[in-house]
Nanobody
Framework: QVQLGESGGGLVQAGDSLRLSCAAS????????MGWFRQAPGKEREFVAA????????YYLDSVKGRFTISRDNGKNTVYLQMNSLKPEDTAVYYC????????????????WGQGTQVTVSS
């Protein structure tokens, strides 16, 4: 069982940066693929970024490549999403999730989810 809790969201202006954190409970954190997803009002939840167990592999949504960076600290049971050059279209609730699969970018393959943190980017 893994419990996840996101923090770091807020209201910022276009071009600003935010760092989201996701703290996980459980001693097996290091065995999960971790992902960030987001959901804007009226839209489906979409994949943003994922990182493998040891952090050696990462993958991003095309529209955030070069602006967002996912990282993890298994010693602290925490995954991060550094978001730079934020745009109004990045406005959404951001969720972190854990997958027991070796690798996944598909929401229904993630077993555990946090409650989400709101990110709002004004123009």
């Amino acid at each position: 069982q893994v419990q996840l809790g996101e923090s770091g969201g807020g209201l910022v202006q276009a071009g600003d940066s935010l760092r989201l954190s996701c703290a996980a409970s459980g001693r097996t954190f290091g065995t999960y693929t971790m992902g960030w997803f987001r959901q804007a009002p009226g839209k489906e939840r979409e994949f943003v970024a994922a990182i493998s167990w040891l952090g050696s592999n990462t993958y991003y949504l095309d529209s955030v490549k070069g602006r967002f960076t996912i990282s993890r600290d298994n010693g602290k049971n925490t995954v991060y999403l550094q978001m730079n050059s934020l745009k109004p279209e990045d406005t959404a609730v951001y969720y972190c999730a854990a997958s027991a699969r070796h690798w996944s970018t598909t929401p229904n393959e993630y077993n555990y989810w946090g409650q989400g943190t709101q990110v709002t980017v004004s123009s």
